[in-house]
T-cell receptor, first 111, second 116 residues
């Protein structure tokens, strides 16, 4: 089925470890974004991309890196995990004037 | 900077009664407005959007929303609530204007509980 695929669904990291959250979409969407969801705070934008090779920071970019080498993939890298990065992470993609399609999320716990 | 306010963390309504989930926004210029729903342990699902035209927008599962420019509001409504409507609802805004600031800004969410 077409859509946004995120892996893994669950992850536990130790403080200081690094990891990459994967996101892939097969809808040829230009725009892709990463959000984190925390209780009572809604979704906050981490990084986004308006096309292959183009990325920019969102509201809460510190501690995260992204790259967009292809239209399909938009991985999110945690450089040195901290307990404050415990959250649920959502990747989303959209075409020009439409709403986002969201992945099913990655639940990350940093201990 | 754009922002969205959902003033109610929790809304309870009896099954069969009408429901309203409130949303107000702030954005430079004209907005694109969206409602998403999130069921437990799931991603967000698109419900409806306002781009332009008729202020009353109809969406999935019998939901509708009314765009009110003067009050900068985009309240979500349904004439008759179902227990299965119980979920977390998010309002989101994006400015129509071109440029890099075209990402969605979300409200903090409203937990809707429909009581049988």
């Amino acid at each position: 089925n077409a859509g946004v695929t995120q892996t893994p669904k669950f992850q536990v990291l130790k403080t200081g470890q690094s990891m990459t959250l994967q996101c892939a979409q097969d809808m040829n969407h230009e725009y892709m974004s990463w959000y984190r969801q925390d209780p009572g705070m809604g979704l906050r934008l981490i990084h986004y991309s308006v096309g292959a090779g183009i990325t920019d920071q969102g509201e809460v970019p510190n501690g995260y890196n992204v790259s967009r080498s292809t239209t399909e993939d938009f991985p999110l890298r945690l450089l040195s995990a901290a307990p404050s990065q415990t959250s649920v992470y959502f990747c989303a993609s959209r075409q020009t004037n439409y709403g986002y399609t969201f992945g099913s999320g990655t639940r990350l716990t940093v201990v | 900077a754009q922002s969205v306010a959902q003033p109610e963390d929790q809304v309870n309504v009896a099954e069969g009664n009408p429901l309203t989930v409130k949303c107000t926004y702030s954005v430079s210029g004209n907005p694109y407005l969206f409602w998403y729903v999130q069921y437990p342990n799931r991603g967000l699902q698109f419900l409806l959007k306002y781009i332009t035209g008729d202020n009353l927008v109809k969406g999935s599962y019998g939901f509708e929303a009314e765009f009110n420019k003067s009050q900068t509001s985009f309240h979500l409504k349904k004439p008759s609530a179902l227990v299965s409507d119980s979920a977390l609802y998010f309002c989101a805004v994006r400015p129509i204007s071109s440029g890099s600031a075209r990402q969605l800004t979300f409200g903090s969410g409203t937990q809707l509980t429909v009581l049988p």
